[in-house]
């Protein structure tokens, strides 16, 4: 368990300093990767190819963002 903030603020190690609670999205950090198997239209692959060229990303990359940024619109968190 998390030691309580409110012994850290009282221990004379910590005086001085700042605290902040800070809130952390785990979706956004990386988690293990797992490779799946899709199949798409070659045309499809082609323009994902050249859109994640040109952001400098992989085809991987790019389409986790793409579907990252649909849930959000969607309104749901990964």
């Known amino acids: 368990m998390p ?4 012994s850290l603020a009282d221990s ?3 005086q001085g300093g700042v605290w902040m ?3 952390i999205d ?5 988690p293990k990767s797992v490779r799946i198997n899709i199949s798409l239209p070659e045309t499809m692959v082609r323009r994902i190819d050249s859109h994640a060229k040109a952001g400098h990303m992989s ?3 790019f389409l ?6 649909a849930i959000e619109r969607a ?4």
Do not use: D
């Open 3 to 6: 030691t309580p903030l409110e």
């Open 12 to 14: 004379a190690e910590y």
């Open 21 to 23: 609670l800070v809130e």
């Open 26 to 30: 785990l979706g956004r950090i990386r």
């Open 59 to 61: 085809r991987s990359a």
């Open 64 to 69: 986790a963002q793409a579907a990252r940024e």
């Open 75 to 78: 309104g749901r968190k990964p």
